[in-house]
């Protein structure tokens, strides 16, 4: 063992003893908590136990396989952004004669702020429980081991071999930062390893808690890398019938000794209080928009995604908080992951880390681009990995507009101004060349060749336009808000005129001349043919024939690929009806029962009845990918439209995919494979749900919120509680028979105005149970009633 000078940075994981309450188990603590049990052929699949400083990824069988593919197999184990510690840990369990290793479990348990797994060693008769947490704010974790003795007493010895890796998370190279040999020392006086890497102050400290007095025995096993293996072993004695607790602790820090030592200390003495404080907050966010209706998998699958929102947030302080797209592949920062993600957060009330977020974009979008220009993603590190794509700097217009609607700051719009004026400004006149308001280059399709003038982009340019008008007036910006407003309205003209495709009856991928159209077709016959697609093969080669036949050098919209994109003119509700309605009949064309192909052409006859796991490729990749977010898009494009029986169908397919591996999560591709948890999942559902289904629609600017429903049909009893909206905060009752519909709206202050509107065509009266200072308005098309009580029950008799 080397003796080190622990003078500087410390990343602890420690041994330690005489720890308070350690007989109040995680079992006791977690008590009417909600869990889900895992599937034992996922056992060999990833799990998270996630917090915003440190987190852990293993395999749901207690095991630590090699993970990932940014850095190749060192996506999993623990991290402390922007540094790993450790690649896992192995735990060992044996008496005189035979050894349990705690990597084969019986089964998994997820909870929304904690996890276990379950092993039995029926030859011994004990049953062994593995838990863990992270504590918030905390860079650090807790192991507790709970053993259950079923038969006589025993004397076991318990041996946990820390695997410490103190390495920089993915671009690490361009901030200097480089992995040396990981060096460890043993304190018998505190009982605790301590490894520190050699070049860097980066550290890393463990050991065990037991119930009595103890010294543990330590060993080091030699390894060939820069990684470190050493092992603590404690002797345990298990009466009959009794159970017995060992908890392990894992703390560091990147910056200091004194932070790491001090990180320990506070978790070692506030396991229970940490454990009860995080089980405190989870409720609190199940608690803020409530949902409950008929279909119980919609309900739970929309609780835990408010609880995989959380599960993403990353704090590294140098940096800033905010929210990553996903574990285990992307924990670090993106631009238009949050644009998408950052509407679903702030419905359901998770505001603060929407405005840190948007800073940390905004503030890095700067530093780097210095023109409006949004980033598309960052290591945690700092390192900016892409300066962004075209569709990041429309939508975060975009995103601005719709947060303002919620909150009705007019300083937060004031602070992001600027860069929207920036960004619009830049988005036309260095991406526009032959200025036609469609600006060239990539959108969300990551397709080599796909960076002419694609729909999506053109789509969210559009409503970019019409956003940063709304947001001009509010800020008494008359002359650019007109400016804006003319720009949106050209370009909506122009997308469902010049991107519109007959023969497909489909908005096309992108527009482009013949030369692009036939490279990418001959790419795309080479991906179909090899992916046994003989339909696409077919269509593109006749497409490729029309081309030829009827050679043409101007700009003309192409279906090829049948991209989920060409559904954004629908999303966005900018698409002509009748339009519209073709548009939404092709998508259905391109679909699985768990949701919507990335790209279409990679459907096949298998596509409509084929639930099994995705067949991805060994080297990651999206080919024949049926993902959460096209799915999403679908599902707001069907409701846009007065489709909402259609867009719950499409939300039954996407939900199909909670807990298929990962329980109480969704994969990023339906329904097991790439990212095991992603934040713009709650796209799909906050959006739909509440503004949606509920007809939630705040403007907090003007204290008013707009409720016009538009339910399922099997929706018959459902309620929505806790919407956070500035200062206010509503809840909405819906109860539907063949007779009549009961609409309840509740609101904690008394100086919002409630408008609350319903088709006339639906129903034949209607009855106000409360009508004190309740305001009446009929038009064509609606009944509209005006009220700032913070009761109103209305009948509508059908």
């Known amino acids: 063992m080397k003796l080190l000078n622990f003078s500087f940075t410390l990343l602890l994981i420690t041994f330690f003893n005489c720890g308070k309450d350690i007989n109040q188990t995680f079992v006791e603590l977690s008590e009417n908590s909600p869990s889900i049990n895992g ?40 991290w402390n952004h922007p540094i790993k510690l450790m690649d896992g840990f192995d735990i060992e ?29 029926k030859e011994k008769d004990i049953e062994i429980e593995r838990w863990q947490f992270v504590p918030d704010d905390k860079q650090g974790i807790v192991i507790q081991l709970i053993f259950k003795n079923l038969g006589g007493e025993k004397r076991m010895k318990v041996k946990y071999t820390g695997l410490t890796d103190l390495r920089p998370t993915w671009l690490g190279e361009r901030t200097n930062m480089f992995d040396g040999k990981d060096m460890a020392e043993f304190d018998k006086t505190q009982n605790i390893w301590t490894i520190k890497d050699s070049l860097n102050l ?37 009466n009959s019938g009794e159970s017995h607790i060992i908890n392990y602790v894992i703390a560091g820090s990147y910056i200091s000794e004194s932070d790491a030592l001090n990180t320990f200390n506070d978790i070692k003495n506030s396991i229970n209080q940490d454990f009860n404080s995080k089980k405190e907050r989870y409720e609190s966010l199940a608690e803020k928009s409530k949902l409950t209706i008929p279909d119980k998998n919609i309900e739970q699958a929309f609780e835990w995604l408010k609880y995989n929102c959380d599960w993403l947030i990353r704090t590294v302080p140098s940096i800033g908080t905010g929210i990553t797209a996903g574990i285990p592949d992307y924990p670090w920062w993106f631009g238009v992951d949050s644009e998408y993600a950052l ?146 309205n050209e370009i909506k003209t122009k997308i469902n005129t010049e991107f519109w495709n007959k023969e497909f009856h489909s908005y096309a991928d992108f527009i482009g001349t013949d030369e692009e159209a036939l490279k990418l077709i001959d790419d795309a016959i080479i991906r179909a043919d090899t992916l046994n697609k003989p339909w696409a093969v077919e269509e593109l080669k006749k497409t490729k024939s029309k081309i030829l036949s009827n050679p043409s050098p101007e700009l003309k919209p192409f279906v090829l690929h049948h991209n989920w994109v060409v559904n ?127 007809g ?44 009549n519909l009961k609409l309840k709206v509740l609101q904690t202050s008394n100086n919002w105005t409630l408008e609350i509107k319903f088709n006339k065509a639906d129903y034949i009266t209607y009855e106000i149970v409360n009508k004190e200072n309740v305001k009446i308005i009929e038009d064509e098309k609606f009944f509209i009633l005006k009220t700032q009580q913070k009761d109103i029950e209305i009948i509508f008799y059908i």
């Open 696 to 739: 939630i629609n705040p403007m907090a600017s003007q204290q008013k919120v707009t409720i016009n429903p538009q339910m399922p049909n099997s929706w018959n009893n459902a309620s929505l509680e806790n919407i956070e909206i500035a200062d206010n905060n509503i809840s909405v009752f819906f109860n539907k028979n063949n007779k």
């Open 39 to 78: 599937k034992t052929e996922y056992l060999e699949s990833p799990y998270v136990t996630a917090g915003n400083r440190v987190y852990m990824v293993g395999h749901q069988d207690g095991s630590f396989p090699d993970l990932g593919w940014h850095i190749k197999g060192e996506m999993g184990g623990i």
């Open 568 to 694: 954004t003119p629908m999303e966005m509700g900018i698409a002509d009806a009748d339009k519209a309605k073709k548009a939404l009949k092709t998508a259905e064309n391109f679909v699985n029962p768990f949701g919507v192909f990335v790209t279409g052409i990679d459907r096949d006859k298998s596509a409509g009845i084929e639930e099994g796991s995705f067949k991805g490729s060994k080297q990651f990749s999206y080919t024949g990918a049926v993902m959460t977010l096209p799915t999403s898009v679908l599902i707001i494009a069907e409701n846009n439209y007065g489709n909402p029986d259609k867009a719950l169908d499409y939300m039954k397919r996407m939900t199909k995919s909670f807990s298929y591996a990962f329980p109480g999560s969704m994969y990023e591709v339906s329904p097991d494979y790439g990212m095991i948890t992603q934040a713009w999942n709650i796209y799909g559902y906050a959006i739909p749900i509440i503004q949606q289904f509920f």
């Open 202 to 238: 980066w550290f890393n400290i463990f050991g065990s808690q037991l119930e009595f007095d103890n010294q543990s025995i330590p060993s080091e096993n030699k390894t060939i890398n820069n990684t470190t293996s050493n092992s603590i072993e404690d002797i345990i004695f298990l």
């Open 343 to 488: 509407k679903g957060y702030m419905a359901i009330g998770q505001k603060e880390v929407v405005y840190s977020t948007i800073k940390l974009l905004d503030s890095v979008s700067h530093a780097i681009n210095a023109n409006g220009k949004i980033i598309h993603e960052m290591s945690s590190n700092g390192a900016v990995f892409n300066t962004g794509n075209i569709n990041e700097t429309p939508q975060f217009v975009s995103l601005i507009w719709e947060i303002y609607k919620w909150n009705g700051d007019k300083l937060f719009l004031k602070e992001y101004y600027p860069t929207i004026k920036k960004g619009l400004d830049w988005l036309l006149k260095e991406n526009d060349d032959n200025k036609n308001l469609f600006p060239d280059g990539f959108g969300m399709m990551e397709i080599h060749g796909m960076d002419s003038e694609m729909i999506d982009v053109a789509v969210y340019t559009q409503r970019a336009f019409d956003d940063a008008s709304k947001i001009a007036l509010e800020l008494n910006d008359v002359k650019l808000s007109k400016y804006y407003a003319s720009l949106a």
């Open 93 to 121: 369990v044996f008496d005189a004669l035979d050894t349990l290793k705690l990597n084969s479990a019986e089964s998994f348990v997820n909870y929304p702020f904690a996890n276990k797994h379950n092993f039995i060693w």
